[in-house]
């Protein structure tokens, strides 16, 4: 799956399981309409485990943690369950260790979808996934929304009453000796993941960071270094607009042609191949995406090929859009220099994204760019610069879509 994508659910009762290359705390939250627990019992993770219709289960250390929903059980009101993760280290974050969430069939244990979120960076806690229910019938979708104040952000977010340290006791007064002191009963509290207590005594739970460690575009014109992404949001709204991919490139040696074309691939939810628009076919998606033309040499300025996209018209059957460049006549990117791509507002002109590839690899093709589709609606920009041994987009496809 892909940020944003969903599936209808053939079961009624799942299990989402996280693993990771390091140790995960999942949990499971249900939601009200509102997107809100109704209480702290709604909290499902390792010290209480079990809540109406939704279950934890622990891997033991030698599988993944994972939650269980039986969408049967699941009381009336409830219309939503997020699955949420964080490295069971203190302060680790997500860069570097994905987690990957597999969404089976609980009772039979067969797979229905995996979600590995893309490049993350300074998150601390995720939303993997989510079980809701639409228009009577359950389905999942995958999120990978990220927090950067840890399990804390998200359990505040949605209504928990995180439990917050007690703050050191005064020295006692002196008493005369005849003056009793009582005991006063010890307070009651729910049952709280200590994980989720904010470390600062005094403070309150900082406001979550939806997409920490990534970028808008509101302080205009974003220079992308690889692996990074970039959200297409201005002033808190999604570019739902007509946008151009420009690429360029030019010859490493003076005089001598290269000739290189740039495509796109569109993929579904499952990571599937849906079309592909390059030289051969300048239009897919009923003209949502449109190719430029092929340009034999790479001379003169400005972008080489364009590829025109209009964010607006992309059917929801398309989540991810995969932008590369092949050698057909079989040169090397190492004979290649100044490769770029950039992201260029189609109405105004004004280059929105930029990505210079600064490396180049004896191959015949690059993944220079990816467009993601998130839950929410927008869609993010993300450097590629992943080298590939493919002369034509067609060889491009699977690589693509194990980047997605």
């Given at each position: 799956m892909t940020p944003g994508s969903n599936i209808p659910l053939s079961t009624a009762r799942v299990a989402v399981d996280v693993a990771a290359p390091v140790?995960?705390?999942?949990?499971?939250?249900?939601?009200?309409?509102?997107?809100?627990?109704?209480?702290?019992?709604?909290?499902?993770?390792?010290?209480?485990?079990?809540?109406?219709?939704?279950?934890y289960r622990s891997g033991g250390g030698t599988a993944p943690d994972a939650i269980v929903v039986d969408t049967a059980a699941v009381p009336p009101g409830i219309e939503k369950i997020v699955v949420t993760a964080s490295p069971d280290a203190a302060d680790q974050t997500f860069q570097g260790i994905e987690p990957t969430a597999t969404i089976r069939g609980a009772d039979d244990g067969s797979v229905l979808a995996t979600f590995t979120p893309p490049q993350l960076g300074a998150e601390t806690a995720l939303v993997v996934v989510e079980i809701y229910l639409r228009n009577g019938a359950w389905k999942a979708r995958a999120v990978g929304q990220g927090y950067a104040n840890g399990l804390a952000g998200i359990a505040t977010d949605f209504g928990v009453s995180v439990e917050e340290p007690a703050a050191p006791a005064p020295a006692p007064a002196p008493v005369q000796p005849t003056q009793p002191v009582q005991a006063m009963p010890a307070p009651t509290t729910p049952p709280v993941d200590p994980r989720v207590a904010p470390p600062a005594p005094a403070a309150a739970p900082a406001a979550p960071t939806p997409g920490a460690g990534k970028i808008n575009l509101d302080k205009g014109?974003?220079?992308?270094?690889?692996?990074?992404?970039?959200?297409?949001?201005?002033?808190?709204?999604?570019?739902?607009?007509?946008?151009?991919?420009?690429?360029?490139?030019?010859?490493?040696?003076?005089?001598?042609?290269?000739?290189?074309?740039?495509?796109?691939?569109?993929?579904?939810?499952?990571?599937?191949?849906?079309?592909?628009?390059?030289?051969?076919?300048?239009?897919?998606?009923?003209?949502?995406?449109?190719h430029s033309g092929d340009n034999l040499t790479g001379e003169g300025g400005g972008d080489d090929e364009v590829i025109v996209v209009d964010l607006g018209r992309i059917p929801q059957e398309v989540t991810g859009l995969v932008f590369t460049v092949n050698s057909f006549s079989g040169q090397k990117f190492t004979e290649v220099a100044k490769a770029y791509c950039r992201l260029?507002?189609?109405?105004?002109?004004?280059?929105?994204?930029?990505?210079?590839?600064?490396?180049?690899?004896?191959?015949?093709?690059?993944?220079?760019?990816?467009?993601?589709r998130q839950f929410s609606g927008e869609w993010d920009m993300t450097a590629m610069g992943d080298f590939v041994k493919s002369r034509t987009v067609r060889g491009m496809v699977k690589p693509a879509a194990q980047a997605l």
């Open positions: 140790r995960l705390d999942v949990s499971g939250l249900l939601l009200t309409a509102d997107g809100k627990v109704r209480s702290d019992d709604d909290f499902i993770f390792y010290n209480q485990p079990s809540g109406p219709g939704v279950t014109r974003v220079s992308l270094q690889k692996n990074q992404t970039v959200s297409l949001v201005k002033g808190g709204q999604p570019l739902l607009s007509q946008v151009k991919m420009g690429l360029g490139w030019e010859p490493a040696f003076r005089g001598k042609d290269i000739d290189l074309d740039a495509s796109v691939i569109a993929f579904g939810p499952q990571r599937n191949h849906v079309d592909s628009c390059y030289f051969g076919k300048l239009s897919i998606v009923n003209g949502a995406i449109k260029i507002d189609a109405a105004t002109g004004e280059e929105l994204v930029r990505f210079d590839l600064t490396n180049a690899e004896a191959q015949t093709g690059v993944m220079m760019a990816k467009l993601i």
